[in-house]
């Protein structure tokens, strides 16, 4: 693909595409943290940030340029990154116990710190992983320069598109968690003999919208984990538990919650070592880039290739690595345990900001496997803690700070890569972009640990309504390190030979030559969720088949995309709304006791099919068609 030069009379860096790109990130991060939360995955908002801000500024200002535009979802999506980073962490403190509440400034400067060192380990691997490199695709930074470049005459359609998928997942929420008319899962389990079996599938527009936006491959590689752990493993791998009055459902949801899921534990250990493995020919490239660092950064004569200078990189080192060691003090009151979490976490951050850099350019953010990485830093720290005299629960805060910090630099650097990306390809000053980064992580998480308080008192961050995976699977671990808790580790070992199986048969279907590959993390993320998650986003990727089969311009497939991320937002965000009249104690909910739970579930499918139609028509309509 070519890489155009923008004039340099362009406007950029300027005040409404700044203050658009925040307002965009806030919004747009607290629906990620919902999501994530609810799901254990978010998705990138770079193209929905792109189409917004060129609907605004061209359709509402009468102007913006290119590279308005591109600074806009620079901010935006640097935002959004910080929300996976806060919620597959931060939670783990309540959910562990140690916490009771959710502290704002130590949560703020966790997610502060982290996502300022994920730009600053970013910027010397540049050159060396964006630059240099080809055979990195970074698959959403290349889409979105296309929307930036082509979209702009048509972004009130996309702004459209966004507000109808807006209003019908807001409605669906409010039925659902509001109103409480409708059932949000429709689920059923049975004895036969000894075993127990179980089928369900969740009502959530916005996991529809997932599957639609990571497509058919990864979806049914989600599904399959669900199969493997909730089809296969609890009938045959039981009875853990007298059957004796048990109620079914109940007894399948124990079996899965303290046993079964495990198996997805041990499968992404395997899948983050294999991770870290198959990149450390970047790591080592990344890592030789930096000698050059100095001379590239502020010397560069074409605007083009030109860094934030070395010594604005050096101050912010400075200043995060400072902070982090004050937040650490703060959080553990044991200034030793903060130096040995500190000296854990830089060389575990710089890694995985490389590692994480280097695999959201071979297969995009949503598919990087972050709470992989994120479990080797658990684990690493918890070690090298545990080595050093560390127990109970300082090593416990300890250990999770050190694996905050270091997941919000994972999903920092690689979405900023992807960003970089953008630029490079539509002729944007990188320094300039760098620097709007690092306001999109200043003032986004200032309001990370409001909306996670507003969640947890409304819905229990670790219940069933709001899982938080990740943060309970590493709530678990460090708890069965240093707590009283335990692990089920013949299911880890277990979980971990599906992890190899998994690798080795992906290892055939390569030396085949074939297009379909198997991956761990998405595997291992079905086996850890609940079943009935997989459900609609297995339909979701079969949704974005039969549409792209209808083999459409490129440009007209966007209303999907872009009707799914407004499916995603309006249900995160009444999620959110919703908090505020349980706060202030009042139920909005109607007495359904005298309706059949089955008619409810009923109501429930066939609203939920009619947003699968609706999903249908928008994304699928023809150019030119209203």
Known sequence: MSEPQAPEEQSESTLLSLGLGLVLAIVLGAANVYLGLYAGMTVSASIPAAVVSMAVLRGVFKRGTLLENNIAQTVASTGESLAAGAIFTLPALIIAEVWDQFDFWISTGIVLM???LGIVFMVPLRKALIVDRPDLRYPEGVACAEVLRVGQGGAKTGIRAIAIGLGLGALFKFLVSGMKVLSGTV???????????YMGADMSPALLAVGYIVGLGVACQIFLGGVIGWIITIPFAGPYYELESANALDYAWTM??????YLGVGAMLVGGLASIWNVRAGLVSGVRSLQGARATSS?????TERNISFQALLFLLVFTILGTLILYYFL?????????????????????????????????SSNSPVSGMTICAVLMAAIVISLTGGSGDGAILATLGVAGVVCCVACTAGDVAQDLKTGQLVGATPARQQWAEVLGVVIPALTMAPVLTLLHSTYTIGSKELLAPQATLFASLVSGFFGE????????????????????????????GLEHRLHVMPIAVGIYLPLALSVPIVLGGLLHTWISGRQQAK??????????????????????????????????????ESVPPILRAGVSMVLFL??????????GRRKGES
Do not use: C
């Not at 899965?256 to 899921?261: G, H, K, L």
């Not at 903060?338 to 900001?353: E, K, N």
């Not at 070992?493 to 279907?509: F, P």
């Not at 009619?610 to 994304?619: L, P, S």
């Open 114 to 116: 982290g996502g300022l």
């Open 187 to 197: 689920e059923h389990a049975w004895f036969q003999g000894q075993r127990v079996f």
């Open 256 to 261: 899965w919650s303290t046993e079964v899921r």
């Open 299 to 303: 010397s560069e004569d074409l605007r």
């Open 332 to 364: 553990i009151h044991h200034l030793g345990l903060a130096f040995v979490a500190l000296l854990v976490m830089i060389p575990a951050a710089f890694l995985f900001a490389a590692v994480a850099t280097y695999i959201v350019g071979l297969v995009g």
């Open 485 to 512: 808790g335990s692990l089920p580790y013949p299911m880890i070992i277990a979980g971990m030979g599906v992890g190899a199986g998994i690798l080795l048969l992906d290892a055939v279907l390569q030396a085949k």
């Open 555 to 592: 440009e007209e497939n966007h209303g999907g995309l872009l009707f799914g991320s407004g499916l995603i937002a309006g249900e995160a965000l009444m999620g959110i709304g919703l908090a505020v009249p349980a706060t202030l104690g009042i139920n909005l909910a109607i007495n359904m």
């Open 610 to 619: 009619g947003i699968v139609g609706a999903f249908y028509v928008v994304a």
